[in-house]
């Protein structure tokens, strides 16, 4: 390649090398934000393992303290008593079951959505990524053969 072709085509090589570099940004990007999502996502069933194990801990209070009433009073009423406790606690404990149930779904739904839309996102951008290189290539090989092609035409203009 001449120096002529080399000093046209030079900024287009920077460009193509920007371009490529912009497009690898790109793809980790989107990656990140996926990753983050998924965890984030994900998480709910950490917070819910947690639950479990608070709700577990304050049975064990409450059992403790009736076995302690019982102890102390001898009465029989603590026995109803701890049962509407006991049944409180359950029908609480259930539809906390049932919130994360449906939080859980709902998290996984909508990270499963924004993936899905991320993707797409991610296919536009490559495709338009993909495009610029190309065009970039052509105009790069056409650059270089005009610039060729002139200082061709401008050592043929000085002989006689």
């Known amino acids: 390649m ?23 940004a790109t793809r980790n990007g989107v990656e990140s934000q996926r990753r983050l999502v998924r965890a984030f996502a994900d998480s709910g069933d950490a917070q819910r393992a947690a639950r479990r194990q608070t709700t577990a801990a304050l049975d064990s209070v409450v059992e403790s303290t009736f076995v302690a009433a019982r102890a102390s009073t001898g009465d029989g009423g603590v026995d109803d008593v701890e049962a509407r ?5 359950g029908v609480l404990d259930d539809a906390r079951e049932e919130w ?11 990270a499963d959505a924004y993936d899905s839309l991320l993707g797409a996102y991610a296919d536009i951008l490559d495709a338009g990524f993909a495009f610029a290189l190309d065009a970039n290539e052509i105009v790069a090989s056409n650059a270089g053969w005009m610039a060729q092609q002139s200082a061709r035409m401008d050592q043929g203009a000085g002989e006689p």
């Open 100 to 110: 994360w149930e449906t939080t859980s779904r709902t998290l996984n739904d909508g």
């Open 2 to 24: 001449s120096e002529a072709a080399r000093r046209a085509t030079a900024p287009l090589d920077v460009q193509r090398r920007w371009l490529e570099a912009a497009r690898r």
């Open 85 to 89: 406790v006991e049944q409180g606690l």
